[in-house]
């Protein structure tokens, strides 16, 4: 019984999780399920597995069912019996009524106790089942350990040797033989047909992966031996799809350094021009709701490039954080950023020429690696690739350059 009872008990404790997920993403994503007309779709699904969780729920009480029917019948079978040969011997003599009286009242109170033992052993059977879920997950090891280095005085010199990288669940290899270095204070643009491996390469300065082979440096130290504490201070990245919490305006910017001051928040919301943020009906304490979702995709951005800012990073990183905003607003950021990005090491991935210009070089990574590193102008002039990759945006890169009062050759 017991092995069977956990069994099914895990079982159903499984399946209220996966009905659980089902309406935690029907809830998330119930704009893109209305807009293709999927209601029925995700009822049916929804529906689908209430009645799995339905019918092992209903073997469950089956199960103990049968465990309760024994646990009643046993005693009463035995009272039955006990009162039986009780009175017979009462009648030949053996046995006084008194004592077969205070037998009797003596099993009667031990029945319950023992129906209780019942009640609680199954109840720990579940607990345990429960404990095991949960164990499961804090039993996972962390893919990533922290070293024991601290840096001093970091100036973000990063470097990147030999590194090859494919994620822990398959075996493509994503990047292979990535070599770059990106001296302190400077600015370093990736470019990259989509699905290239940007991402990826930037998540390996501050260890969201690990590389699977070569090693990433930051001032001549493996990230690797640096704390994690330590590492992701010296870094710190604004993604391409930006998380939002379900907290204040504020909360949300001063993630990364939440003792800021109302003053450096102020400078990297301006930075940001995430000045919206003052219009929302509370101001900076106006509560984001939950995962931004009251915020349009550009304003989401800005917030977490202001985010990134206000950690004043040694190394920053944007992960094509510019991409939603309009061509007049990115030209305001790139202005304000170049000032961030001149005392610190910038890592930009660029799917624009304008955003290409924030950078003093471009690295171009093709099939997996870093082809070629150069100015902008460099690479436009000699690699074919890379004038492919950002050919639309070349009269929109003029202008903006003249926008900027910047010459451009050629
Ligand atoms: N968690 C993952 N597990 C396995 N493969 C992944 C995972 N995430 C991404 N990939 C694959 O790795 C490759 C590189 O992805 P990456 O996100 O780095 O591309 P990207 O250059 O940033 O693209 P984009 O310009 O669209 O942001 C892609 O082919 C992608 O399918
Ligand atoms: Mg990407």
Not at 69 to 76: D, H, K, R, S
Not at 134 to 157: C, M, Y
Not at 345 to 369: C, N, P, Y
Request: hydrophobic residues 45%.
């Amino acid at each position: 019984f017991e092995t069977k009872y956990t069994v099914v008990s895990r079982r159903v404790q499984d399946q209220q999780g996966d009905v659980a997920t089902a309406v935690e993403e029907a809830a998330v994503g119930f704009r893109s399920i209305k807009s293709f007309g999927r209601r029925e779709h995700s009822q049916a699904k929804f529906a689908e597995r209430t009645e799995t969780l339905y019918n092992t729920s209903i073997e469950k009480v089956r199960l103990s069912a049968r465990f309760w029917t024994f646990l009643e019948i046993v005693p009463n079978i035995s009272l039955v019996i006990v009162l039986l040969l009780g009175a017979l011997a009462v009648g030949s003599g053996p046995l006084t009524p008194g004592t077969l009286v205070a037998f009797i009242i003596l099993m009667l109170q031990l029945i319950w106790p023992i129906q209780a033992l019942g009640v609680i052993l199954a109840m720990a059977q579940e607990a345990m089942t429960a404990a095991d879920r949960v164990q499961e997950i804090f039993d996972t090891e962390s893919a990533v350990q922290g070293g024991d280095r601290e840096l001093e005085q970091p100036r973000g010199h990063l470097r990147l040797e030999g590194v090859g990288f494919c994620f822990p669940d398959s075996d493509e290899l994503v990047l292979h033989d990535c070599d770059l270095e990106v001296l302190p204070g400077e600015t370093l643009a990736i470019v990259g047909a989509t699905g290239s491996g940007k991402t990826a390469l930037t998540g390996l300065v501050p260890r969201l992966y690990d590389v699977t082979a070569g090693r990433v440096t930051i001032d001549g130290v493996d990230v690797r031996e640096l704390t994690l504490p330590c590492l992701r201070t010296v870094v710190a990245t604004a993604f391409e799809e930006p998380t939002l919490f379900s907290m204040s305006a504020r909360e949300n910017v001063a993630l990364g350094r939440p003792d800021a001051s109302d003053e450096d928040v102020a400078a990297a919301i301006e930075t940001a021009q995430a000045g919206f943020v003052y219009e929302l009906p509370w101001g900076l304490d106006t509560r984001i709701g939950e995962q931004g979702m009251s915020l349009s995709g550009g304003q989401r951005q800005r917030l977490a490039l202001a985010r990134a800012v206000l950690a004043k990073p040694r190394i920053l990183v944007l992960d094509d954080t510019l991409s939603s905003l309009d061509v007049h607003t990115e030209a305001l950021v790139e202005h304000a950023l170049r000032r961030v990005l001149a005392d610190s090491t910038g890592i930009v991935v660029a799917h624009r020429a304008s955003t290409v210009m924030l950078a003093d070089k471009v690295a171009l990574l093709d099939g997996g690696t870093i082809t070629n590193v150069g100015t902008h102008h460099e690479l436009l002039e000699s690699v074919p690739t890379y004038r492919e990759l950002l050919a639309a945006d070349a009269d929109t890169d003029d202008e903006l350059a003249a926008l900027e009062g910047q010459s451009v050759p050629g």
